[in-house]
């Protein structure tokens, strides 16, 4: 446990610089401690201890997240997060070992890219995921919200009313608004809301059609928002079920990497053939806060990677099904 401890309580103090080697260090611990992952390595033929790069990681495939239970240790969940999906069988599952961790460590990611969230308000209109339960991003959001301190209603299912007016008193306060919204419940919403009474605030789309409305590409999607809302950019956050770390994009669907999430570009048709240069493929995320899980996951997610180390989310590979993870529209 001294490692699994050292670790987890130096995220808070973890940079760009020293990532890799806390990857690789997290690598070995996980090739040996995780049973599925472990079976996965040797599955492949790989010895750990000759894994010298990031490049080098295999990832483990996200389906196993739906059939398995994906730890790191022997321990009893505080929660289990679940994606969207119409029955139990196709709905990943995370076990989450500490609840408090998990929120703490969201809001830090948050704050690293937006400042403080003490004295701000932060509205949430998340029908879907309120309705369908045990979604990791209606806890963080209630993290936030809390963190802010306000005394506006946080969460609103189809109440547009009851949300423009809180809208409208936060920003007669001068307060920061954060409005977090899916997809389909902002297309919603502009259909009723006016410039003047969405300018000035922070709104992130968080993905998802729902089988609601027609898909469309991120950049006609955007448009709409923007014009309705009289905002100059979208806003969105690159998480899943299968992660405790998240990277927020503050326009134009490119996303900064946080200190403990960083993605690896893989071919398209060799997943071992993984790139941490700038190129386009398949998503592979490693996520430190996956101490517990796997922080080595490869995603459903086509993505370019730039040479900054921010990416685009461009789409998804055919025949994957719709799971709950919050990203652009590609």
Known sequence: MAF?????SDLALLTQENFSDAALALFQYQAQNNIIYKKFLHHLGCEPNKVQSLEQIPFLPI????GQ????????PQAIFKSSGTTQQNRSR?????????????QLLFEDAYG????????????????????????????????????EEGFYLHNH???????????????????????YALLDLAEEISPEEGEGIVLFETGGMKGRRREMIREELHAILSKAFGVAAIHSEYGMTELLSQAY???????QPSRTLRILIRDVNDPLAVSAVSSSGGINVIDLANIDSCAFIETKDLGKLYS???????????????????????
């Open 69 to 76: 239970e994906v730890v790191s240790r022997a321990f009893t």
């Open 63 to 66: 389906e196993f997240f739906k």
């Open 308 to 330: 900054d180390g921010s990416f685009e989310v461009l789409g998804r590979f055919d025949n994957s099904d719709v799971r709950g993870c919050n990203l652009m529209v590609g």
């Open 161 to 183: 009313n009851d949300l423009r007016e809180a809208l409208k008193s936060a920003k007669a306060a001068g307060k920061k608004v954060y409005l977090f919204g899916v997809t």
């Open 4 to 8: 699994y401890n050292s670790f987890k």
């Open 116 to 151: 403080p969230l003490a004295g701000c308000v932060v509205l949430a209109l998340l029908p879907s995921y309120l309705e369908q339960g045990d979604s990791s991003l209606v806890m963080m959001i209630d993290h936030f919200i809390k963190a802010t301190g306000q005394t």
């Open 249 to 255: 994009s503050q326009g134009f669907g490119i996303f």
């Open 94 to 106: 995370h076990f989450v070992a500490d609840v408090s961790f998990y929120k703490q460590h969201a």
